[in-house]
């Protein structure tokens, strides 16, 4: 069966900072996957998404950056966290190809940036 | 664009009592459409998921069925329990540049009281 891990599970970090967080899936290959944020209080906005080693697209400009060095590791970066930055990462993964739409979360990133 | 507009929260209700989340949807074509749970502190988990018009999802006693003539995913439980409390985020997929990309409302937080 197929999981999906997150690290670290918390994180508190202070402004300018860097930031990294790692994603990996197992048990399935070439995955697509994504990254998304969820603010306090608010809904899911998709940051990222992969669909093979090293093609990120990006879905809003941001002070982030994603990378995919391999099939199944998927890693969200910033060289300077801003305050803004703060939020719960939720990092999601589904098949490839067009007949499964479904997409899988892992447990998520809980960042504090203060 | 495709969107997804739920209810908002919180919805507060007693245990055993029955639930509603209102969700209604815009988007070409055809989309699937799904319920994702998310419990306190951790990810998305997929409640339910319907692919198809009149198709009925239905998982743990919730239920919601695919309505085109009204673009509406309406999210049922006859009897709610405690344990049900969680936010409730409405999802419709669209498939775009080789992926399938999920549409999420803003979520509806329910909390069940005893």
């Known amino acids: 069966s197929q999981t999906i891990h997150q690290w670290p599970a918390t994180l508190v970090q202070p402004v300018g900072s860097p930031l990294s967080l790692e994603c990996t899936v197992e048990g399935t290959s070439n995955p697509n996957l994504y990254w998304y944020r969820q603010a306090a209080g608010r809904g899911l906005q998709l940051l990222f998404y992969?669909?093979?080693?090293?093609?990120i697209s990006s879905e809003v400009p941001q002070n982030l950056s994603a990378s995919r060095p391999q099939d199944r590791q998927f890693i969200l970066s910033s060289k300077k966290l801003l305050l803004s930055d703060s939020g719960f990462y939720l990092c999601a993964w589904s098949p490839s190809g067009r007949k499964s739409d479904e997409q899988f979360f892992g447990p998520g990133t809980r960042l504090t940036v203060l | 664009g495709d969107s997804v507009t739920q209810m908002e929260g919180p919805v507060t209700l007693s245990e055993e009592a029955f639930l509603t989340i209102n969700c209604t949807y815009t988007?070409?074509?055809?989309?699937?459409l799904f319920w994702y749970v998310q419990y306190p502190g951790e990810g998305l988990q997929l409640l339910l998921k319907?692919?198809?018009?009149?198709d009925k999802g239905s998982n743990k006693g919730f239920e919601a069925t695919y309505r085109k003539e009204t673009t509406s995913f309406h999210l049922e439980k006859g009897s709610v329990q405690v344990s049900d409390s969680a936010v409730y985020f409405c999802a419709l997929s669209a498939f775009s540049g080789g992926y399938n990309k999920l549409i999420f409302g803003a979520g509806t937080r329910l909390a069940v009281h005893p």
């Open positions: 988007a070409t074509g055809y989309p699937s």
């Open positions: 319907a692919t198809k018009a009149d």
């Open positions: 992969s669909v093979g080693i090293g093609q």
